[in-house]
């Protein structure tokens, strides 16, 4: 079985140094129709299952305009992931893929991140679709897509740097 927190044949779990401290602050949960890792998309698409994004106060004022984006990216914590795997086998054929050459779950900062179609808003609330996490994951933050987004702040000079 795969996906869960066991260890295929050719992976390679480390002894994980004790996490710091981040001071990450989980801002709001999403509800998806997904209990099961083994039934979750591997990666959402934009024409899947409506997904909620509950906000929670203190930050539902952080979501004003966000409705002028038609989409945004999602970031949120893979919360039942192990979190010591430096080598993954997905396919479970042998071959073997670096943690950070994979999309993977599992890794030191279980952090996923999708582009997800805004629906629409109500009150604390976004529908979006193009989610894969389990119901109830922990939400992290919200930005603009940002191939939609212009900076509003005043250029800065490295804004026009070049490597000539
Ligand atoms: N789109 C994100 C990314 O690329 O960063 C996540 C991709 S990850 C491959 C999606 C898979 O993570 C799902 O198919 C499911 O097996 C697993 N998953 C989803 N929610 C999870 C959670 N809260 N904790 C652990 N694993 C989760």
Redesign the pocket.
């Known amino acids: 079985m795969v996906?869960l927190n066991e260890i295929r044949t050719g992976e390679k779990a480390v002894d994980a140094p004790a996490p710091q401290d981040a001071g990450l602050r989980f801002i709001g949960r999403i509800r998806?129709p997904?209990s099961d890792?083994?039934?979750?998309?591997?990666?959402?698409r934009l024409d899947g299952p409506l997904c909620r994004i509950e906000v929670f106060e203190p930050w539902v004022a952080a979501l004003d305009g966000i409705e002028a984006y038609a989409r945004l990216e999602v970031l949120?914590?893979?919360?039942?992931?192990r979190r010591d795997l430096v080598h993954q086998c997905p396919a479970s054929d042998g071959r073997v893929h670096g943690t950070f050459a994979?999309?993977?779950?599992?890794r030191p900062n279980?952090?996923?991140?999708?582009v997800a179609a805004l629906v629409g808003r109500e009150d604390a609330v976004l529908l979006v679709r193009g989610?894969?996490?389990?119901d109830?994951?922990?939400l992290l933050d919200l930005k603009p897509d940002r191939s939609l987004f212009t900076p509003i702040a005043p250029a800065q000079p490295g804004d026009f740097e070049t490597d000539a």
């Open positions: 996906r998806t997904w890792r083994l039934v979750c998309p591997r990666q959402g949120y914590w893979l919360h039942a992931s994979l999309r993977s779950p599992v279980p952090i996923g991140t999708t989610l894969d996490c389990l109830g994951t922990p």
